[in-house]
């Protein structure tokens, strides 16, 4: 199955800034999917990344929030932009495959 | 909308016992029901998946049954050991190129 390298694995940011979270696959998928898993909570899917085109977000994620970023079909960014303390939780990204999806180790991000 | 609900508590067997976990959803026709295992500070690992015209999935020590009748799936582990201990989670989706739906997940704890 397919590996995925994401980084950085934790940080700490102050509330208004931005970061970005990457995301490299060992092998080139069509589709990349980004999720965000807050506290005692379900993961929940934020947007779909294919290469080549605009990011697809679910109800209440929008682009300047969450701006992304496909270059080619290994690698994908998710930036968390004007961060709040609400922002704090777990980002994941994920790749299907022929059966079942492959996710990251993720990214938990606190903001202060 | 689309609700998917597990056992929220813990639930905790013998070592040795079969564990069955519990997976129910609503307003949602899925192509797919899939089982994720996640350890603390990781992310989901792929454990099986079953198709709507299935009824039943095995691999290894692990079963799952979907009745899409009920709109409920089954998870089993038998002979479960204390390395089974995790928060397993149910993920439905419609095929394709969807992301996925998650529940909350069960933590599941084996007692020695």
């Keep these: 199955s397919a590996v995925i390298s994401q980084k950085p694995s934790r940080d700490i940011c102050q509330r208004g800034t931005s970061l970005t979270i990457q995301c490299q696959v060992d092998s080139q998928v069509t589709m990349m999917f980004w999720y965000r898993q807050q506290p005692g909570q379900s993961l929940t899917l934020i947007a779909t990344a294919n290469q080549g085109s605009e990011a697809t977000y679910e109800s209440g994620f929008v682009i300047d929030k969450f701006p992304i970023s496909r270059p080619n079909l290994t690698f994908s960014t998710l930036t968390v932009s004007n961060m709040s303390p609400e922002d704090s939780s777990i980002y994941l990204c994920s790749v299907a495959e022929g059966s079942g999806y492959t996710f990251g180790s993720g990214t938990r991000l606190t903001v202060v | ?112």
């Design chain 2, 1 to 112: 909308s689309q609700k998917i609900e597990q056992n929220s508590e813990a639930l905790n067997i013998q070592e040795g016992k079969t564990a069955t976990l519990t997976c129910n959803y609503t307003n949602y026709s899925p192509a797919y029901l899939q089982w994720y295992r996640q350890d603390p500070g990781r992310g989901p690992v792929f454990l099986l998946l079953i198709r709507e015209n299935e009824k039943e999935k095995r691999k290894e020590r692990l079963k799952v049954t979907f009745d899409t009748t009920l709109k409920q799936s089954l998870f089993h582990i038998t002979a479960s050991q204390p390395a089974d201990s995790a928060t397993y989670l149910c993920a439905l989706s419609g095929g394709g190129a969807d992301g996925l739906t998650f529940g909350k997940g069960t933590h599941l704890i084996i007692q020695p």
